[in-house]
């Protein structure tokens, strides 16, 4: 099947309407990386951390089931700069499988990875992490506490909101303006 759509994809790209050439090329790109997916998985086993980082690019890109399962392999590698790139890079895909495997990163990570873990379940707006995420609002590291502020702003509701009240006093610079951006997104109304 895949060579029949490269076959279609081909006779578009020289469609004579510009926007009917730019779809096909965009899919053309993604189908050749779809061919790609074995030969991406065995950079991230054994590859450079470049190597590892520009298929974590690509995954992100690909998107779809090939890409996220790429991002997800890239998850479990010893380098946190790997981990922590393949994190950022699987926020817009907040499925129920993705969330369940970076919150079960959560209590294994730390600095930069933490961090991207946190931002990263902050921005799924699923209000049920809101718990698992105010764990980290008294961590040691202020870069920590400041990502776990905006989280949590992310997810809570009402009563939430009196627990990141209290951070405006933070000794650390970070927190504090993590606390003034958090309350510029307060809202009455309740989240969808």
Same mark, same amino acid.
């Given at each position: 099947?895949?060579?029949?759509?490269?076959?279609?994809?081909?006779?578009?790209?020289?469609?004579?309407?510009?926007?009917?050439?730019?779809?096909?090329?965009?899919?053309?790109?993604?189908?050749?990386?779809?061919?790609?997916?074995?030969?991406?998985?065995?950079?991230?086993?054994?590859?450079?951390?470049?190597?590892?980082?520009?298929?974590?690019?690509?995954?992100?890109?690909?998107? &779809?089931?090939?890409?996220?399962?790429?991002?997800?392999?890239?998850?479990?590698?010893?380098?946190?700069?790997?981990? &922590?790139?393949?994190?950022?890079?699987?926020?817009?895909?907040?499925?129920?499988?993705?969330?369940?495997?970076?919150?079960?990163?959560?209590?294994?990570?730390?600095?930069?990875?933490?961090?991207?873990?946190?931002?990263?379940?902050?921005?799924?707006?699923?209000?049920?992490?809101?718990?698992?995420?105010?764990?980290?609002?008294?961590?040691?590291?202020?870069?920590?506490?400041?990502?776990?502020?905006?989280?949590?702003?992310?997810?809570?509701?009402?009563?939430?909101?009196?627990?990141?009240?209290?951070?405006?006093?933070?000794?650390?610079?970070?927190?504090?303006?993590?606390?003034?951006?958090?309350?510029?997104?307060?809202?009455?109304?309740?989240?969808?």
């Amino acid at each position: 099947m895949i060579e029949r759509i490269e076959e279609v994809l081909g006779k578009l790209l020289s469609d004579p309407s510009a926007a009917v050439r730019e779809a096909a090329s965009g899919s053309m790109d993604r189908t050749f990386a779809k061919r790609s997916v074995e030969a991406f998985r065995s950079r991230l086993l054994g590859g450079t951390v470049e190597e590892k980082l520009r298929v974590i690019h690509a995954a992100a890109d690909l998107g &779809g089931s090939e890409g996220v399962s790429l991002l997800l392999q890239a998850l479990t590698d010893r380098e946190a700069e790997i981990r &922590g790139a393949a994190v950022r890079a699987l926020s817009p895909f907040p499925s129920p499988g993705v969330i369940k495997s970076l919150w079960e990163m959560l209590p294994r990570e730390r600095g930069v990875v933490l961090g991207n873990l946190l931002e990263t379940l902050g921005a799924s707006g699923r209000r049920e992490l809101a718990p698992h995420v105010e764990k980290f609002l008294d961590h040691p590291e202020p870069e920590i506490r400041a990502k776990a502020v905006k989280a949590y702003s992310r997810l809570c509701e009402g009563p939430g909101w009196e627990k990141i009240l209290p951070r405006a006093g933070d000794p650390n610079e970070t927190v504090r303006a993590a606390v003034a951006e958090a309350l510029g997104g307060w809202t009455s109304l309740p989240r969808p």
